[in-house]
């Protein structure tokens, strides 16, 4: 519940001169300390909260911030809607729901259909249009877990089909490439993992809670890989997959060849992920060079074929 809880703090700092811990604690139904722990949250994200001691201290948003008890401006409001109502579309609960209530109630009645329009701007479904139905029903549960510090067990299948059974301390949630994963401690392990929801099977909350220990967010970004390993490789390209292949290079890597077809200068890196990537175009595309690629392209669709001789 923490979005919910921080989103009204902010909305009772607006409202209010100063409040001290202790009210904010009870008001809540937390620690102080988990009070404090909050309030510096909130300085990260941008909104300066400052803490006077004494009697009749308490926490208070700077003045000269605090512009008619306005923090956020039309574009930051249509900001905050647009990424609360795009997220409430995949992880579904009330603190979404809650949170996006709270924020619009900082909306002036004169500034609604302005920033309604804004906030619409950009819609962004992360629904899948087929495919795995479990992952939907797996994110509630990881996001429950999350919220409540609980370990959680499973079955994991390798990329190789192979199982294994699991228990983990899970710590974040993450969306790569439209695909969803989740970072946990990983017992069996003994180490952090990145796990793939679609490969999880038998997701289960446990009563255990444990201690959330230091943590670094997974790494998740490949642009020094993709210098030293990555070439270019050229392919034949019929115009019907041509909308495929935006998905992985530029316009400016692709030429006309006729009517029909394009000569594309396609990125590529030798190995299982790219090879099938050339093989899902189908007879739609074919490998040019170098040639040991278009070598290995031609062994691996004759070994597809040899599956329908018989």
Partial sequence: MKIDRLVSMILILLEKERIGAQALAEMFEVSPRTIYRDMDTINRTGIPVISIPGVGGGFEIMQKYKIDKKVFSASDLSAILMGLSNLSTMIRGGELVNALAKVKSFIPADRAREIELKANQIYIDLSPWIGNRAIQANLEIIKTALLESKLLSFDYADRFGNKTARTAEPYQLVLKNSHWYWQGFCYK?????LFKISRIFNLQIQEQIFTPREYQNPQ???????????????????????D???????????????DEHY????????????YNILLSFGDKCECLGPLPIRAEMKRRIQDIAALYEN
Wanted: aromatic share 12%; charged share 30%; glycine share 2%.
């Fill in 244 to 258: 495929r292949v935006l998905d992985y290079c530029t316009y400016e890597n692709i030429s006309p060849d006729g």
């Fill in 189 to 193: 392990r003994n180490d952090f993992r």
């Fill in 263 to 274: 000569l594309v200068s396609f990125p590529f890196i030798e190995n299982e992920y790219h």
């Fill in 220 to 242: 998740l970004e490949f642009a020094e890989l993709l210098a030293t390993k990555q070439t270019k490789i050229k392919i034949r390209i019929h115009k019907s997959v041509l």
